[in-house]
Structures are given as structure tokens and as C-alpha cells.
């Protein structure tokens, strides 16, 4: 097991879906694409060319995440939240991945919500 796994205190849901951020929303935003989410967090990738990141910066975050509500399983929810970058890691090609722990939880913890819709339907689910 790696040790970013040991690391989490619950599982994570990896959702490919683009995410918009920034320091200040009154600013210009910068998108990345998200790889996965949890209660506690979120980690996307962006170019290195998508403004200043340092660890311990603060930043406000705009993204969705899947609604298992309905028939449609394309739904997503739009949520925002802020938090503090507390790591970077370049990935190659000019991009880098950046973790980013909420300020304030997410109500909802999507890897289980997305595991309990698996077993209860037929559906498609909106993972990779």
C-alpha cells in the first residue's frame, strides 16, 4: 500500500471533472481537472502556467461532484469551498498535482456515497 493511502482517514472518490480555483474569486480563476475527492479534501491537476501555488496557501475551490438523486446519471452538484493547499507534486508535461484540505468539510463522504450506489443500482456510475 502507498503511503499517501495510510495517510487518508477515508477512502476517496477519483472523479475526472474540471475544477475552477483561485486565492481570491474577485480575481482571475484558474481550472484544473479534478482526480479525487473526500470529505477533508480534494486533489486536481493544472499547468504550472495556472498561477503562483505555494503549500499553505489559501485557496477557494468551485467544482461538482455526482448527484445519485433521479434517474439522470449525469447529475453532479456544484459545490465551493476554500481550504489550504498542503501539497504540490509535479506530474510531468508542465502540470502538477495540488492536494487542498477544506476549511470546512464536505457534509457528504463521496467514495461511500458512490460504493452504496454500485451495490443498490443498475446504473452507470460517474467514476473513472
Known amino acids: 500500500m502507498d503511503d499517501n493511502n495510510e495517510r487518508r482517514r477515508e477512502d476517496r472518490l477519483e472523479y475526472r471533472w474540471p475544477v475552477w480555483f483561485s486565492e481570491d474569486f474577485a480575481k482571475t480563476m484558474s481550472q484544473g481537472l479534478m482526480v479525487d475527492i473526500a470529505s477533508g479534501g480534494i486533489a486536481f ?8 501555488l505555494s503549500n499553505g496557501q489559501h485557496l477557494t475551490i468551485r467544482f461538482s461532484i455526482p448527484r445519485f438523486e433521479g434517474d439522470d446519471p449525469t447529475a453532479t452538484v456544484s459545490v465551493t469551498r476554500a481550504g489550504d493547499i498542503c501539497r504540490i507534486e509535479e506530474v510531468g508535461d508542465g502540470s502538477r ?3 487542498v484540505e ?12 458512490t460504493s452504496l450506489k454500485a451495490h443498490c443500482s443498475q446504473g452507470p456510475l460517474m467514476v473513472d
Open 102 to 113: 477544506f476549511d470546512t468539510p464536505l457534509a457528504v463522504h463521496p467514495a461511500e456515497i
Open 45 to 52: 491537476v493544472c499547468d504550472r502556467s495556472a498561477g503562483s
Open 97 to 99: 498535482r495540488v492536494a
